[in-house]
């Protein structure tokens, strides 16, 4: 339950990270005045490589990551019923 929950705050984040690049982009940044414009700038940078929440720097917390470790787990859990038998 922890994992589905990490996993699904970790795909959140990601997805808000995306939608604000995305609105970044879209946003027609050239006509406004200078200063704004170079925060701007800073911001879509900063935006291209999306904030993750990772498992000790290695694997990124998405749902496609629980849906891994969910998979391996069922198979182990397989192996060890069939080995017992």
Same mark, same amino acid.
């Given at each position: 339950?922890?994992?589905? *929950? ?17 609105? *970044? ?44 470790? *969910? ?15």
């Amino acid at each position: 339950m922890n994992t589905f *929950l990490y996993c699904g705050a970790g795909e959140l984040v990601t997805e808000q990270c995306n939608a604000i690049h995305r609105a *970044l982009c879209d946003l027609e940044w050239y006509k406004l005045e200078s200063r704004k414009a170079r925060s701007l700038i800073l911001l879509m940078i900063r935006t291209q490589h999306p904030f993750r929440i990772t498992a000790g720097k290695i694997i990124p917390l998405t749902l496609a990551t629980f849906c891994s470790v *969910l998979k391996t787990s069922c198979g182990y859990i397989s192996f060890l019923i069939t080995k017992h038998d």
